[in-house]
């Protein structure tokens, strides 16, 4: 199916298509802060091994849709990007390098040139199988998103997510919502790729008004039904609305801060590239292995 990117004003006017590629899906636009624009595309389409379709990679434009350029390199999926407050882009990744097919959903965060790709949470924690939808909470280090399912829709459990307090497992995670979905969090003894799913209320779309009020999309208690909720920190969650057959990506519209700039590194001449390893003895699985052995 051919996905194109639009704009248009909030009053509705001015609609201008940006993007044409015929066989392409072009999704999950965000304006980055020098006006240019990045977004999902399988314009070079990966084969996704595990449900056999089409996965994306992270793509940037200016703002008339001139100068597309891929910017991740994933062999599978990254999407649902989101600006960070220094101007990083944070988003989601699901790729299979040594990991097995079904906890393979983690959060990165990468430049807007493509430069500095790194890990921001769960590379190898088994339960949740997924995590997406995330979006920095104004005026924290924190990160509002879903614990989900490998096998489903992009729903599960709302949490806040520190990673200072931890990259992998349940310690960086300082709450959910329903509250018990914390209890099954875990790094090891195997995975359960679906293990999200066995809790309800499910919630998705989830958007931090601030550190105490959330926007999310919530099973209204009607099948799959889901409406607009406010859920707080304070233990409420109100429905504001509802309409069939469901409502979903509440986004307020409402100035916000522009973070900074960062300054493009990155050229275009196919110049030999460099990796810069700080220290091969930090990282996951590297536990026993003395200095000086490598």
């Known amino acids: 199916t051919d996905y194109h990117i639009y704009q248009v004003n909030a009053d509705g006017s001015g609609l201008t298509q940006l993007t044409y590629l015929s066989g ?34 992270l793509y940037r434009m200016d703002a008339d849709g001139a100068n597309i350029h891929r910017i991740t390199r ?13 101007g990083r882009i944070l988003y989601a990744r699901w790729e299979y390098v040594d990991r097995n ?19 921001y949470w769960k590379n190898n924690t088994a339960v949740p199988a997924a995590v997406f939808d995330q979006h920095v909470i104004p005026g924290t280090q924190n990160v509002l ?34 509250a018990e979905a914390v209890n099954i969090i875990r790094t090891g ?11 309800n209320p499910k919630y998705e779309d989830p958007w931090p008004l601030s550190e105490k009020y959330f926007l999310c999309s ?47 590194r990155r050229t275009f001449d196919n110049a030999p590239g460099y990796v810069v390893i700080q220290d091969v003895y930090q990282g996951t699985h590297m536990k026993g292995v003395e200095r000086g052995r490598i």
């Open 74 to 86: 994933n062999t599978l999926f990254d999407n649902q990007p989101e600006v960070m407050p220094d």
């Open 101 to 119: 097919f079904g906890d393979a959903h983690g959060i990165w965060v990468v430049n807007p040139d493509g430069t500095g790709q790194a890990l």
């Open 145 to 178: 998103a879903i614990l989900g399912q490998h096998h489903d829709r992009l729903w599960g459990a709302l949490a806040i997510v520190d990673k200072s307090r931890g990259i992998e497992g349940r310690e960086g995670v300082l709450r959910t919502w329903p």
């Open 189 to 199: 003894g195997g995975f359960d790729c679906d293990a999200f799913g066995r809790f």
């Open 24 to 57: 392409a899906a072009d999704v999950d636009p965000v304006y980055l802060p020098d006006g240019t624009i990045v977004f999902s595309s399988t314009r070079e389409p990966k084969y996704n091994m595990c449900s056999r379709d089409i996965a994306a990679n």
């Open 218 to 264: 919530r099973m209204t208690g009607e099948g799959d039904q889901m409406g607009i909720y406010l859920v707080d920190t304070f233990g409420n969650e109100v429905l504001l609305h509802y309409e069939a057959p469901g409502c979903f990506d509440p986004m307020p519209l409402a100035a916000r801060p522009r973070p900074p700039v960062i300054a493009n």
